[in-house]
């Protein structure tokens, strides 16, 4: 693979002479190019090219029509796009006598939709090195809420960084929602397989989710970034931001693979509602790492990381892990190889992970991807589980009513318009 160094210059000048494409979701109208352009193997995992245009708040433009005049550079179109789940994941738990059939996994379950959202995002004002873009995601299954996530970065570019602002709320996406680079899960909804707590760390010990509204501060230069997030463990949230995530990454290329390898730290306390009784402790930290490349010729993902939930202290109780006794914790390491170029990804995870009780827990997990059309993917994850919590009278002994057992199959349509 030849090696790309990619700058915000760079890329700026790359989207102005993109050739136009049959362009899907939001972005892809904005800029005119194809879904290909920023995503590496199949989606939502980023390449370089999407982590700049992410990087410079989503506001890059290619030949759609804008709106300008003094002060003013708006795309001409309020870009939109929508994405669709549907999903079919089995079980081999045990239900309760008389269960209908498909009530829960254990029985086969048809999940229609899993997924239905409508997304807008794009430029909202571009006026030389200040940018401000926005990302919204409405989730049109969720009860009781019409907004599932919201991100407005304000960036200001400077000589070789910059600097970024993002407001940002979020219904079960984390506490870096506000902004990562990693395709590992550290936002729930950015990793490259589908089986989330059987693959990846930071979802097994739950930091990489939940709901989450704050602040990130973020300087970013062609060495990496550092988000520093003070925020509250809500939704939409009228409350004191009185929780801390830190997330310092370096994006390295090393031998032709384009890396991110970060560090991450959630602390302090805060709320979950409008009384003393809803205090957590939001505390856990974690490893990740990344790398895009070519092995064998074919375009290979390299995946590790590892995660710990604090346990509660008995007074306040730990917003991610139950127990008072045992800290949760995850190791895992994965691989995603594009066996057909553009057309079929397969790869394989370990994940190595002890619960609240004490117990271990280890998925290998085998993944794969056909994408139909770029906008159109078959996608099929089969994790297969083994350790104490799965034997006899622990937490996820199949023989216990209402478990979900070891092992999960799971067979997507995922498609975006």
Known sequence: MKKIVLSLAGVMAA??????????????????MACAACHAQHFPVLNGFGRAFKAAGFTMMGAQEKVEDENLSIPASLNAAVLLKVRYQKTNGSD?????????????????????????????????????????????????????GLRVPVVV??????????????????????????????????RWAENRTQVFAHQYTGIGQGAS??????????????????????????????????????????????????????????YTGTTA????????????????????????????????????????ASQFNASTTNDVKATQIGADFTVIPHTLSVGANYLSGTNGAGESEKYITFTGV????????????????SGTAFNAGGASDATVVGSTGKNLLTLMLESAW
């Not at 006598?97 to 996994?105: D, E, F, L, N, P």
């Not at 400077?158 to 936002?187: M, Q, R, W």
């Not at 009784?277 to 505390?283: G, N």
């Open 96 to 148: 309760a006598a008389g269960a209908i059939s498909g009530s829960s996994t254990n029985g086969g379950q048809w999940q229609f939709p899993d997924e239905y959202s409508l997304f807008f995002g794009g430029r909202v004002a571009d006026s030389g090195a200040l940018k401000v873009g926005m990302m919204m995601e409405n989730n049109l299954k969720a009860a009781g809420a019409f907004a599932a």
């Open 370 to 385: 056909y994408d139909l059309m770029q906008n159109v993917a078959v996608v099929a994850n089969y994790s297969i589980g």
């Open 213 to 270: 509204t704050g602040i990130a501060a973020v300087v970013r230069s062609d060495m990496g970034y550092i988000n520093v997030s003070r925020f509250a463990p809500q939704f939409v949230a009228a409350t004191q931001m009185s929780s801390t995530a830190v997330h310092i990454a370096a994006t390295p290329t090393i031998a032709d693979f384009a890396t991110v390898i970060s560090a991450e730290f959630v602390t302090g306390e805060s």
């Open 15 to 32: 989207v102005a002479f993109a050739p136009e494409a049959s362009a899907i979701p939001a972005f892809s109208r904005q800029t005119g």
């Open 277 to 316: 009784a809803t205090k957590v402790a939001t505390k856990g930290n974690g490893l990740t790492a990344q790398a895009h490349g070519e092995l064998a010729g074919m375009e290979t993902g390299l995946y590790f990381a590892y995660s710990k939930a604090a346990k509660g202290n008995g007074t306040v």
């Open 157 to 190: 570019e400077l000589d070789s960084a910059s600097v970024s602002v993002i407001p940002f709320t979020t219904d079960s996406l984390g506490a870096f929602y506000g902004y990562t680079e990693s395709s590992n899960a550290l936002n729930r909804a950015i």
